[in-house]
């Protein structure tokens, strides 16, 4: 095998490698010191890099992350009230759509009793006067038929 790349060798430290080649670059580590030297280095900058301090942000730096994180969930409830608002309103589209489309119950689809007819025109053959169609539309409830006919 020639001597992998740098960046194979790199893959081969992070593990990120199919296990055939892994396999050809291990063997190919007992034979080569110079490619077993670049992986030290590969593991010599892993841990400078584990072990170096992490600077102190500043309080301004602070602060400027603390509002963008505000501003950006403020977006986010913004966001899902728009979302919740359309889905509302789509939601009471489906139904007015829907209750027009279906017939409505049966008592508003029959036609109307006769005592619904006289109690709306007002007029009928049993007097001219309202007192006497009330008693009219009383004694046709009372019969029990319930004004069907």
């Known amino acids: 095998m020639n001597h992998p790349t740098e960046q194979l060798l790199s ?13 050809a670059i291990a063997v190919h580590l007992v034979q080569c010191k110079a490619c077993e030297l670049i992986l030290q280095d590969f593991a010599a900058v892993t841990e400078q890099m584990g072990s170096a301090a992490l ?9 400027m992350w603390m509002n963008s994180f505000r501003a950006t969930r403020q977006l986010g409830r913004d966001r899902g009230v728009r979302q919740l608002a359309g889905l509302l309103t ?3 589209a489906i139904v007015i759509a829907v209750s027009m489309a279906m017939p409505s119950n049966a008592q508003a689809t029959a036609a109307p009793a006769q005592w619904e007819k006289v ?4 007029s009928a053959d049993v007097g ?22």
């Open 11 to 23: 893959a081969y430290y992070d593990n990120e490698l199919p296990a055939d080649e892994r396999a």
């Open 119 to 122: 109690a709306v025109s007002g």
């Open 128 to 149: 001219t006067t309202p007192q006497a169609t009330a008693q009219w539309i009383v004694a046709d409830l009372s019969a029990g038929n319930g004004g069907v006919q």
């Open 55 to 63: 600077p102190e942000p500043s309080i301004a730096a602070q602060a």
């Open 90 to 92: 789509a939601a009471a």
